[in-house]
């Protein structure tokens, strides 16, 4: 069966490619330093990582039997809603609305930097920018599952360099490929992979 590293690991990066934390990584790496921005985006969403597997310890505390079924309950319905949303996606490459988003919450966030344009005014923007937007996404709430029911450390290494493999893209050739990621596939891909995970929690959990 999967592992607590390897489901973290595939969870987050079948998830997080073509959302809107990938193209605020992709713009802003189009107008500032690639390391910085690369800096500041990992580091928010390895903040976001370990409170969110902190929630999910928390979790664990409750009845076993609830966390079984809330476990299966949750990636089969994500996974289902996910499923049903990219049935409904055109076969254009990339979801506008998403691009949209990502390009006005940097427009707005480069107006308040200005003219501050040093190392840590960059790092900062590309943390908040990428902490708010992950902030409720529905990789947040799998992690959260994960690690309610596996092994911590493995759920927190497997999303991180999920994540941090992301990032890298993003920040390195995220401007090539922006225009080639198809998000309809993306999207039934991350659907079955949740509903994967759910049967994976049932056979484990019986």
């Known amino acids: 069966m999967l592992t607590a590293f390897t ?6 990066t079948v998830s997080e490619l073509g959302d809107k934390t990938f193209f605020i990584a992709v713009i802003l790496s189009m107008q500032h330093s690639r390391r910085l921005v690369f800096a500041g985006v990992t580091a928010a969403l390895a903040a976001m990582t370990i409170l969110s597997v902190v929630v999910g310890q928390a979790v664990s505390l409750l009845p076993k039997v609830y966390i079984y079924y809330g476990e299966i309950i949750l990636f089969i319905a994500f996974g289902l809603k ?3 949303q990219g049935s409904k996606m055109p076969d254009a490459t990339c979801d506008t609305e998403v691009v949209e988003e990502a ?3 940097v427009a707005q966030a ?3 930097l200005k003219k501050q344009k040093t190392i ?3 790092v900062l923007e590309a943390f908040a920018l990428t902490f708010m937007a992950e902030w409720g996404d529905r990789t947040q709430f799998a992690t959260i599952a994960l690690a309610a029911g596996n092994n911590p450390v493995g759920v927190t ?3 991180i360099l999920g994540h941090a493999i992301c ?3 993003a920040v390195i050739g995220g401007r090539m490929l922006a225009g080639r990621i198809s998000e309809k596939t993306l999207t039934i891909v991350g659907g079955f992979l949740f509903i994967l995970f759910g049967i994976v929690a049932a056979v484990e959990g019986a």
Not at 7 to 12: C, D, E, R
Request: glycine share 8%; proline share 0%; no cysteine.
């Open 110 to 112: 480069e107006k308040q």
């Open 7 to 12: 489901a973290g690991l595939l969870l987050i």
């Open 103 to 105: 390009k006005t919450a």
């Open 82 to 84: 996910l499923l049903y």
């Open 120 to 122: 840590w005014a960059i």
């Open 157 to 159: 290494t497997g999303a």
């Open 167 to 169: 990032a890298a893209i």
